[in-house]
């Protein structure tokens, strides 16, 4: 089947403006987990969705960062008036079980901020 | 400090030898990935363990709960393996991630 698929592959902004980044996981999975790899860096944990429950949105980096999922199904990960910093790959990954299933990642988006 | 410390940093090694990436985490888990970042950038899940060891053609995980360490092994290596190699440990409480900085393995023919 299908995997985990993200939009757009790439994105150039700048500095100031917003950007949303979309997340279609895999069917049927319940979680879906956004991660930040900035370069020469590692992964970095952003927000965590269970189904239809309050998202855990502990790595989120600053007020600038939200996400929100859709009908358990689709997410988006909007950074408000962007900034030089936030130029990373973001990556989503989603699992069948919460937090005992295996992660499947998508192919990430690269965004860089102008 | 780190929450997850990986070791070593890079590894060049010849097709054929056996390969070891370690891995040790300072928080409490309820599980440890490894994961695998090929050059053009995808992440594939390699293991989930929570315990003990598990193994997938020529790899290995192991984990020591007691020790908070974890180990990958490669048998046989080949060329193809070549990657970024990650650990990264689930918290046991909440669901935060945290990520070692990665293994860069390069097998060389």
């Known amino acids: 089947g299908a995997g985990v698929s993200q939009s757009p592959s790439n994105k150039v902004t700048e500095k100031g403006k917003d950007v949303e980044l979309r997340c279609d996981p895999i069917s049927g999975h319940t979680a879906l987990y956004w991660y930040r790899q900035s370069l020469g860096q590692g992964l970095e944990f952003l927000i965590y969705f269970q189904g239809n429950s309050a998202p855990d949105k502990s790595g989120l980096p600053s007020d600038r960062f939200s996400a929100e999922r859709t009908g358990g199904s689709v997410s988006t990960l909007t950074i408000q008036r962007t900034q030089q910093e936030d130029s990373a790959v973001y990556l989503c990954?989603?699992?069948?079980?919460?937090?005992?299933?295996?992660?499947?990642f998508g192919p990430g988006t690269r965004l860089t901020v102008t | 400090k780190n929450e997850v410390e990986q070791s070593p940093q890079n590894l060049t090694a010849q097709e054929g030898e056996f390969i070891t990436i370690n891995c040790s985490y300072s928080?409490?888990?309820?599980?440890l990935h490894w994961l695998q970042q090929h050059p053009g950038g995808g992440i594939v899940s390699l293991f989930m363990?929570?315990?003990g060891k598990k193994k997938h053609g020529r790899l290995i995980a192991t984990i020591n709960i007691q020790e908070k360490h974890s180990s990958l092994h490669i048998t046989a290596s080949h060329p193809r393996d070549s990657a970024v190699y990650i650990c990264?440990?689930?918290?046991?409480?909440?669901?935060?991630?945290?990520f070692g900085t990665g293994t860069s393995l390069t097998v060389i023919p």
């Open positions: 363990l929570s315990s």
């Open positions: 928080v409490g888990i309820s599980a």
């Open positions: 990264a440990a689930r918290k046991n409480t909440g669901n935060q991630f945290y």
């Open positions: 990954a989603s699992s069948l079980l919460r937090g005992r299933g295996e992660q499947y």
